[in-house]
């Protein structure tokens, strides 16, 4: 049995540890990030959406607390509506 809310921080970790190596690449390599995002969605021009900003802590913080807290809320969702699915309280 799945204890969801262990679930739920399971995934918001992930999500934490996998969008901190994602906003390292790009920081490290920007145009090749652009480049990734345009080629993983089919040519989609994702250049033009590129912000003239620099990458700085705030627009790391951000967005890492909301994946984070959306990571924890749909693995806690997840855990608890197998479990009832399957039969276990």
């Given at each position: 049995?799945?204890?969801?809310?262990?679930?739920?921080?399971?995934?918001?970790?992930?999500?934490?540890?996998?969008?901190?190596?994602?906003?390292?690449?790009?920081?490290?390599w920007p145009?090749?990030?652009?480049?990734?995002?345009?080629?993983?969605?089919?040519g989609?021009?994702?250049?033009?959406?590129?912000?003239?900003?620099?990458?700085?802590?705030?627009?790391?913080?951000?967005p890492?607390?909301v994946?984070?807290?959306?990571?924890?809320?749909?693995g806690?969702l997840?855990?608890?509506?197998?479990?009832?699915?399957?039969?276990?309280?």
């Amino acid at each position: 049995m799945n204890v969801p809310w262990k679930v739920g921080v399971s995934l918001a970790l992930t999500m934490a540890v996998s969008y901190s190596i994602c906003a390292l690449l790009y920081m490290l390599w920007p145009a090749q990030g652009v480049a990734f995002l345009s080629a993983l969605f089919h040519g989609l021009d994702f250049a033009r959406l590129q912000a003239p900003q620099d990458y700085s802590v705030a627009t790391f913080i951000g967005p890492l607390l909301v994946l984070s807290v959306w990571g924890a809320v749909v693995g806690t969702l997840f855990a608890w509506l197998s479990n009832k699915l399957h039969g276990k309280s």
